[in-house]
């Protein structure tokens, strides 16, 4: 199971820190990602990370989003930074890609948490 948390309300310009904490098994051997869908789009992909902490991102959070893992804890985090109204969705962690990281098949799925970025 995975369950996400930190999402809110915060100004563009501003920060927000997601966690997706994973209970019930260990997913410190797993790629795991970060996933995002808004009203009315598909879902898209943001981030993955590896075992060996290799980070992957979309154009679009280069540079502003940073994902991380604390496998002691079992717990990923996505570090959003320099947040743009267009950042505003549901983010979602997953694990266990069945193919591409950026194809959002994944084989565990959070429940979401909504982020809106205010202009």
């Known amino acids: 199971q995975l369950v996400e948390s930190g999402g809110g309300l915060v100004q563009a310009g501003g920060s927000l820190r997601l966690s997706c904490a994973a209970s019930?098994?260990?997913?410190?051997?797993?790629?795991m990602g970060w996933f995002r869908q808004a009203p009315g789009k598909e879902r898209e992909f943001v981030s993955a990370?590896?075992?060996?902490?290799?980070?992957y991102y979309a154009g679009s959070v280069k540079g502003r989003f940073t994902i991380s893992r604390d496998n002691a804890m079992n717990t990923m985090y996505l570090q959003m930074n320099s947040l743009k109204p267009e950042d505003t969705a549901i983010y979602y962690c997953a694990a266990q890609p069945r193919s591409a990281l950026e194809v959002p098949s994944y084989v565990y799925w959070g429940q979401g948490t909504q982020v809106t970025v205010s202009s």
């Open positions: 990370i590896l075992s060996d902490n290799s980070a």
């Open positions: 019930g098994r260990t997913f410190s051997r797993n790629i």
